[in-house]
């Protein structure tokens, strides 16, 4: 294999990042929990940092690609775990 300097790059960097986010049914010291949903984010480098910077208006990275994949975990989701995540809870009659 051919040293960086010789394939034109200029350094040998991780361009792009993939965040892995989990939502579970409670909080780890409540009780054994339940993965609700998972989601995966892609985002360039250079988005990421160049968020917060006097030169880039907005504040979050332009998201590549996103994944998001929910799951019935069997279990009650607790109100700590709601609230923490702002999701609404609900049940055949609405929102609990």
Sequence with gaps: MAPVQDQGCVQNRIRSFIVLDLETTSLPYDKPVKITEIAVVAALREHILGCGSDTVEISVPRVLSKLTICVSPRRMIS??????????????????
Excluded: E, H, I, K
């Design 79 to 96: 109100s700590g775990a709601a609230d923490m995540t702002r999701m609404l809870l609900y049940n055949s009659a609405g929102v609990l």
